[in-house]
DNA sequence: TCCTTGGATAGATACTTGTCTAAGTAGACA
DNA sequence: TGTCTACTTAGACAAGTATCTATCCAAGGA
């Protein structure tokens, strides 16, 4: 924990995918965004995280809303936290999560349409 | 072929992960759609058709860009194309396919930061 | 110091997935 | 009809992953 995010995505990856290909290297940063967003557990969490009174929300609220075990969820965290997506720290007894808006803003720029002349 | 797309996310997941926490519901068809794209192969493919001249691409044009046998792109095809995202039809000899512009808009939108409080 | 609570890590297992080779289908052309 | 090309389907296998139980670490309070 505590260890920081690589924001590998910061750099690579940014016209949209209408406008030009992607290279190798873009697209396999940008598949590790989107697979860690391939799970609804994950997906939810991010979303209950991104939603929650003043940004963040602390663990013990997370795993409430699922029917998994601590560890389970445990796991999952780890996974959007090692793909930048959110970061942790802890204050007293809790850990409290808050997403990085920058990287999901990233990836919703990476999938726009607009301007595009993509339907010929 | 041919198969119509279900077009699953058309009426699912709306509001921005930022806004309010995804139902479960919600969160299983987002992650079919982030799944489908947690693949640098099917990223590639998905730029490299969206971006094509015209706004589709035959499969010939795009088996050329990578290093990996036809039934394999085939594979990731069929993968995009069952997802949604994208859709062919043969004309004469080619296969040609193009992508759901409408889908990938949803799915910008769904990631979308702006006009949030997201960082407190 | 010891105990309790919040959360992460380790290891095991069942399931999913990316890739291949081999075989099949659809259209064009002679 | 037969053959060639373009692409898909079927089946197999290795690698990855989602989940669990068991265990461990950190902080707070007696």
Do not use: N
Not at 2 to 8: A, E, G, I, T, Y
Not at 75 to 85: A, N
Not at 102 to 116: I, Q, Y
């Amino acid at each position: 924990m505590s260890k920081q995010l690589p924001l590998v995505a910061m750099d690579a990856c940014c016209a949209p995918l209408t406008r030009e290909p992607l290279t190798q290297d873009q697209a396999v940063e940008l598949s590790h965004l989107f697979k860690a967003m391939a799970d609804p557990v994950r997906l939810r969490l991010l979303s209950l995280i991104a939603s929650h009174a003043g940004g963040e929300a602390c663990v013990c609220d997370l795993t409430d809303a699922f029917d998994l075990t601590g560890p389970t969820i445990s796991h999952h965290l780890k996974v959007l936290r090692e793909s930048g997506l959110i970061t942790g720290d802890r204050r007293g007894t809790w850990i409290y999560y808050r997403v990085h808006p920058e990287v999901l803003a990233r990836l919703s720029a990476v999938l726009t349409t607009t301007g595009e002349a993509v339907t010929a």
